[in-house]
């Protein structure tokens, strides 16, 4: 158990439909970080907070969005979606900014998202 | 644009052996290199990180080395046992976060 969770585990929704999905870090840590992992894409890079302010951006799309509350907590937000966006998300967590300082990061065990 | 190659999606080995995966990068300049494994429909999880002034690292039956002239690190599992069937993945940090190469699927074969 890394520490970091993830809610839900499984979600189906519809095309067009939003979704919120939810991650609590390690405790202590300060960053999180969001990865798409697809069979044909591997583990994409999303987008990280620190201590409640975006740290760094990666490949995400316009229609989502996320942020990092005061309790360190942090949410994915998913929008408008498409059958392409049906992947596993991964939560991650470190105790700093992470790769830029050299830390690990700590995955959660992620969540399965299928649009239908 | 950076990319990182994994040299192989699928490699089966016999139990006992020493299993060897290759993590190619181009366009990059990465301060450390961190390996992870990873179960099926599980999170990654971390193993081992090399810094780019390091050749070498060592955990138990796991070796990592880090040759940024050839801008490649190599993965050793020795006396592989089916318990170590997973796949592995290749990440590279430095000023950017971490990146992901997609993996390459060991199965040690009893």
């Known amino acids: 158990d890394s520490g970091v969770t993830q809610t839900p585990k499984h979600l189906i929704t519809a095309t067009g439909q939003r979704v919120t999905l939810r991650c609590s870090p390690r405790s202590g840590d300060l960053s999180v970080y969001w990865y798409q992992q697809s069979l044909d894409q591997g583990l994409q890079f999303l987008i990280q907070y620190y201590n409640g302010e975006e740290r760094a951006k990666g490949n995400i799309l316009e229609r989502f969005s996320a942020q990092q509350f005061p309790d360190l907590h942090s949410e994915l937000n998913l929008s408008s979606l498409e059958l392409g966006d049906s992947a596993l998300y991964f939560c991650a967590s470190s105790p700093g900014q992470g790769a830029l300082s050299g830390n690990t990061i700590y995955f959660g065990e992620g969540s399965w998202l299928t649009v239908v | 644009s950076q990319k990182i190659e994994q040299n192989s999606e699928a490699l089966n080995i016999q139990e006992g052996k020493t299993a060897t995966l290759t993590c190619n990068y181009t366009?990059?300049?990465?301060?450390?290199l961190q390996w992870y494994r990873q179960d099926p429909g599980r999170g990654p999880v971390f193993l081992l990180l090399?810094?780019?002034?390091?050749k070498e690292k060592r955990k138990e039956r796991l070796k990592v080395t880090f040759d940024t002239t050839l801008k490649q690190s190599l993965f050793h599992i020795t006396a592989s046992q089916p318990a170590d069937s997973a796949t592995y993945l290749c990440a590279l940090s430095g000023n950017t976060p971490l990146v992901f190469g997609k993996g390459t699927r060991l199965s040690v074969i009893a």
């Open positions: 366009n990059y300049s990465p301060a450390y």
């Open positions: 090399i810094r780019e002034n390091e």
